[in-house]
T-cell receptor, first 114, second 113 residues
């Protein structure tokens, strides 16, 4: 199984709402990532979890709150977002060691903030 | 500061011909390079990678060339097929921060039947 799944596929939320994005992988990978991608731009790294611990936070605003309940699951909790946060949010996973840098991506959640 | 650049936003190639996608980087600490392919409404898919100890890596129709002195890499697709039409991202990492991959700006490849 080389699949990373993400739910929901699409999400529309108001600026006062609280919602969560979910990501799951069953490849035994120990590193998981959240990226944000705007139209015609490359994916931008937001967070990295390594062995279920937050190892990289790319100075992301606190209205985005990541959580890694176990090695297979990664959540991104959203609260009080702004319209400029509308984007494709991608989850990825990798083996998490120096033998492999390849990341496997999910299909993404298309988020619209109104 | 864009550390990984793909100067051609788009490229059109006839089916059966060679596609050459280029990538330049500025950070001399990068020592591992990857190419990803992305279809609309899907996440990027890993294609091929190369370590800085090599100058060429081949996998089927895909070959990546690395020129460390020029800080330049390229992806060759031979022969190009219509199914190769997608956005291609070059990415780079350094072994010190192996979990962090920096993506280039992307090149949209169109293979014309």
């Amino acid at each position: 199984d080389t699949e990373v799944t993400q739910t929901p596929k699409h999400l529309v939320m108001g600026m006062t709402n609280k919602k969560s994005l979910k990501c799951e992988q069953h490849m035994g990978h120990r590193a998981m990532y959240w990226y944000k991608q705007k139209a015609k731009k490359p994916p931008e790294l937001m967070f990295v979890y390594s062995y279920e611990k937050l190892s990289i936070n790319e100075s992301v605003p606190s209205r985005f709150s990541p959580e890694c309940p176990n090695s297979s699951l990664l959540n991104l909790h959203l609260h009080a977002l702004q319209p400029e946060d509308s984007a494709l949010y991608l989850c990825a996973s990798s083996q998490g060691d120096r033998r492999s840098y390849e990341q496997y991506f999910g299909p993404g959640t298309r988020l619209t903030v109104t | 500061d864009q550390q990984v650049k793909q100067n051609s936003p788009s490229l059109s190639v006839q089916e059966g011909r060679i596609s050459i996608l280029n990538c330049d980087y500025t950070n001399s600490m990068f020592d591992y390079f990857l190419w990803y392919k992305k279809y609309p409404a899907e996440g990027p898919t890993f294609l091929i990678s190369i370590s800085s100890i090599k100058d060429k890596n081949e996998d089927g129709r895909f070959t990546v060339f690395l020129n460390k002195s020029a800080k330049h890499l390229s992806l060759h697709i031979v022969p190009s097929q219509p199914g190769d039409s997608a956005v291609y991202f070059c990415a780079a990492s350094d072994s010190g921060g192996y979990q962090k991959v920096t993506f280039g700006t992307g090149t949209k490849l169109q293979v014309i039947p």
